[in-house]
């Protein structure tokens, strides 16, 4: 994760936050909501607010550097959010810009950012014409 950060770096300033929900918490709904409080603090209303859902659109990589374009000319931050174990609460997709899909597969958080950064170093070196993606 930390190399796909360094790469984009150059290409677009990111920032990495990992933050956790601490102590057993056993309730699906009780560690949704504990996590939104905690998800709520990494963001602000300025920033296009990109949460990854399963239930959210599928792109290839050409329409997501296309995406990724168009959303900074709207906003001058991007936040790209992916929950915990739970996934994410309903509230907080509900303030999401648009819902993003990796995979119709279920991924570990930790797997599906890997998979997300990635995706967006290969868009940034799209945007930029720089060669890495091969269509």
Request: proline content about 4%; overall charge positive; charged content about 30%.
């Amino acid at each position: 994760m930390s190399y796909y950060a360094k790469k984009i770096a150059p290409l677009c300033p990111v920032e990495v936050c990992l933050p956790r929900v601490k102590g057993g918490v056993e309730k699906k709904e009780e560690r949704l909501r504990i996590e939104k409080k905690v998800l709520e603090k990494y963001f602000t209303e300025d920033e296009f607010l990109v949460i990854l859902d399963e239930r959210g659109q599928f792109l290839n990589t050409i329409e997501l550097a296309s995406k990724i374009e168009k959303w900074l000319e709207a906003s001058k931050d991007l936040c790209f959010l992916v929950g915990g174990p739970e996934g994410i609460s309903p509230e907080l997709k509900n303030k999401a810009h648009f819902l993003l899909s990796l995979s119709s597969l279920t991924l570990n958080h930790e797997i599906a950012i890997l998979v997300l950064m990635e995706a967006l170093y290969r868009s940034f070196t799209i945007l930029k014409k720089i060669p890495y993606h091969r269509a």
